[in-house]
């Protein structure tokens, strides 16, 4: 995927919000169906066992043990049991903010995918079957990480099949050149007007549409990706602090307070953190007395 336009699809994860309405597993018998369902949710549907069929929008699916299904609100579904065996499959109703209706619907997903692990969906639709009885006071925050779990597992299943389509309105309005030239000039000073004539836009006009795009300002994108930078380059050279802060577009002193805010540790600790081992070693952390000059070194 260009990376530009994965920065967009980031974001726009990012921003998704789903409701969990009812979840559970269901079993039918030989010749139950169900027709024209026009649901105002989205569904989920997990086959654990028997056959059926599925037709959406008019196109018809033969529905197998071990297929994770994506059913759109608002689309025309009919659905019954397929063979003398008895069907079985877990299910999920949710619904999402239009916004995000949108996308989703923009992105052209597969109505199903073929689930690689069997047990881990099993064991996210268990979790959100359990939560619906719980009285914790979590109950719906852990029900919608399951669900955004779920989702996760679809979206990357459905971009490990196809190359990501990119939609015509990021061509239109050349989100990806200015996304692009962002990452060119990340080492200067960055005007809004610069942007805005990239994206052939008013500035007044390309700040609320880059914000519509991608849920942050121009500024916050901007700085968000400067410190990807900074980290990248801690992690992948030995170069001093300044050097690397000098790169990334910003004053050393910057760089220094930009890491405390974000990760609450110093440049030079994340550099130390991040070489050992991917994260996943302990780290020794040397104390010293002149502990700040040693954050700008």
Not at 25 to 44: I, L
Not at 163 to 183: C, G, M, R
Not at 245 to 256: E, F, I, V
Not at 289 to 295: A, F, K, L, Q, S
Request: charged content about 25%; proline content about 3%; aromatic content about 12%.
């Amino acid at each position: 995927m260009n990376p530009t336009i994965e920065s967009i699809m980031q974001n726009q994860l990012n921003r998704i919000h789903a409701d969990v309405i009812m979840t559970a597993y269901s079993q039918s018998s030989a010749g139950w169906c169900e027709n024209n369902a026009e649901p105002d949710f989205y569904r989920f549907c997990y086959v654990d066992k028997g056959e059926g069929w599925l037709e959406m929008d008019h196109i018809s699916y033969s529905v197998k043990r071990g297929q994770l299904f994506l059913m759109p609100a608002g689309k025309l579904q009919s659905y019954g049991t397929k063979g003398d065996e008895t069907f079985g499959r877990y299910w999920c109703h949710y619904r999402l903010d239009p916004a995000d209706m949108q996308f989703v619907e923009s992105q052209q997903m597969p109505a199903y995918i073929e689930v690689k692990d069997d047990r881990e969906v099993k064991q996210l639709f268990t979790k959100l079957i359990q939560l619906q009885t719980s009285q914790e006071l979590t109950r719906e925050l852990r029900m919608k990480a399951a669900l955004l779990e779920l989702f996760a597992l679809y979206f990357d299943a459905s971009y490990s099949r196809k190359e990501q389509q990119v939609d015509a309105s990021f061509d239109d309005t050349k989100w990806n050149e200015v996304l692009a030239y962002i990452e060119q000039q990340l080492h200067r000073n960055i005007q809004i007007e610069e942007l805005a004539k990239v994206a052939f836009l008013h500035p007044n006009y390309f700040i609320t549409s880059f914000k519509n795009m991608m849920g942050c300002s121009p500024i916050q994108y901007v700085t968000n990706r400067r410190l990807a930078l900074a980290k990248r380059l801690l992690v992948e050279t030995a170069e001093p602090i300044a050097e690397v802060a000098r790169r990334a577009g910003m004053q050393n002193h910057y760089l220094s307070r930009l890491f405390k805010r974000h990760t609450g540790i110093s440049p030079n600790q994340y550099r130390r953190i991040a070489r050992s081992s991917a994260f996943c070693q302990p780290v020794t952390e040397r104390t010293s007395v002149h502990h700040n000059e040693e954050d700008y070194s």
